[in-house]
């Protein structure tokens, strides 16, 4: 069974970077699409970027469009999320998601039932 696992996360301030990692347990990476959500407390789970592994399409939630990019790697099959101009209200926890039953454009990449796997979060804490 492939498990996400995500890393990078912490505390900075504002106006600071900060990348995000996502690994996968498996040595052969399978997925059609990788994202990444985030919740902040007492919120529901957003979408915040998505990309195809086929292709290199990416998909940004307003939010974070030109502070933040998502970027796929080979080695060590891993997913990166450069995350720049941090706010505070950027402040969540981060999860990884997978979706290896879909092609890009069949599913909406913003939605959350169109990803099968799912990693445990990394906190990301953005001081004002």
């Known amino acids: 069974q492939v498990q996400l696992l995500e890393s990078g996360g912490g505390l900075v301030h504002a106006g600071d970077s900060l990348r995000l990692s996502c690994a996968a347990s498996a040595r052969t990476f399978s997925m059609h699409s990788m994202g990444w959500f985030r919740q902040a407390p007492g919120k529901e789970r957003e979408f915040v970027a998505a990309i195809s592994r086929s292709t290199g399409t990416t998909e940004y939630a307003d939010s974070v469009k030109d502070r933040f990019t998502i970027s796929g790697a080979s080695a060590k099959n891993t997913v990166y999320l450069q995350m720049n101009s941090l706010k505070h209200g950027d402040t969540a926890i981060y999860y990884c998601?997978?979706?290896?039953?879909?092609?890009?454009?069949?599913?909406?990449?913003?939605?959350?039932?169109?990803?099968?796997?799912w990693g445990q979060g990394t906190q990301v804490t953005v001081s004002s």
């Open positions: 998601a997978g979706d290896s039953l879909r092609s890009w454009s069949s599913c909406p990449r913003s939605s959350r039932g169109c990803y099968d796997y």
